[in-house]
């Protein structure tokens, strides 16, 4: 391992005057970083531990929004009786993420800022619209989830700021939203594909809304506009499926790695956004009825 300045703050304020040292690199839950570490792969002049930091572990209802601290972890996020009602897609997408060890130290900031293109619970934030509140020795500001998001492993967070906490607006009406991943094995795998989908029903049965995320299948998660364009206002159906087809060829641009080929992965994002969409539609009719 390399030699680094270890901080730990406790406080909000004690966090910006650590991260103020140049070079410094937050640790949160870890199980990025210390496999990085190990391999001597990472290498920094200071490490601060943002686990003291109690004040950035919550998940709120704060009336016109839902907000989650960024050091919320994937176990705490799954457990939540709020979000199993207000998105029940970041629900799934955290109980998906490796073992309980691991949900119970990864959190949803870490999970943010790593960026990968694979990442579970970024679809399930995006499709809700997510913003991120950053915060700094400068000051703050909000900046949207996919503004965020700008290539592998790149953010648009600037030297000496750190996610302090996620917000998103709940859906209302006869909605649904759900979450499904394909990995090589059935627990602990890193994404080949995932989606979310967010659906509301009109009183005609018809889609009225539609949000799709994919990832494993772009430089980033991506919102998929063509796809939701392609199936706002008909029938949620299963002829829907040749509209998804189209849509996906035009807006996914996936590649071929050690965990698949280009090829399985366009095919997989078509299956599962129809299998989420399929979910989510059922949810918005129990919601109706």
């Known amino acids: 391992m390399q030699e680094f300045n270890y901080h730990r703050p406790i406080t909000i304020t004690e966090l910006k005057e650590c991260l103020s040292i140049p070079g410094a690199r937050i ?33 709120e209802d704060q009336g016109s929004e839902i907000v989650l601290g960024a050091l919320t972890t994937h176990q705490e996020a799954a457990d939540s009786p709020l979000l199993q009602n207000i998105n029940p897609a970041l629900v799934t997408a955290a109980e998906s993420i490796g073992c309980q060890q691991t949900r119970c130290r990864g959190t949803l900031g870490g999970n943010i800022a790593n960026a990968s293109p694979a990442a579970d619970t970024l679809p399930a934030l995006l499709i809700f619209d997510a913003t991120l509140l950053l915060q700094s020795l400068e000051g703050e500001r909000r900046i949207p989830l996919e503004e965020f998001l700008l290539g592998p492993g790149q953010t648009d967070l600037l030297e000496g700021e750190f996610i302090h906490s996620i917000s998103f607006k ?10 499904i991943k394909i990995g090589k094995r059935s627990g602990m795998a890193i994404s080949v594909a995932n989606t979310a989908v967010a659906v509301e029903l009109n009183d005609k049965g018809k889609i009225s809304d539609i949000r799709i995320a994919l990832g494993s299948v772009a ?21 829907l499926m040749k509209e998804i087809h189209k849509a996906c060829q035009e807006e996914i641009s996936p590649i071929t790695d050690i965990r698949s080929s ?16 399929e979910s989510a539609v059922e949810q918005a009719k129990e919601r109706g009825r």
């Open 27 to 59: 640790l949160a839950g870890g199980t990025d970083i210390v496999p990085r570490m190990r391999q001597g792969k990472f290498s920094v002049p200071a490490l601060v531990d943002t686990s003291g930091v109690k004040a950035m572990r919550f998940i």
């Open 170 to 179: 709940p859906m209302i009406g006869s909605w649904g939203a759900a979450f």
């Open 219 to 239: 430089p980033t998660v991506i919102r998929c506009r063509k796809i939701e364009q392609a199936l706002l206002g008909k029938e949620p159906e299963p002829a």
């Open 262 to 277: 280009a090829e399985y992965r366009n095919h997989a994002a078509e299956v599962i956004i129809h299998r989420a969409l």
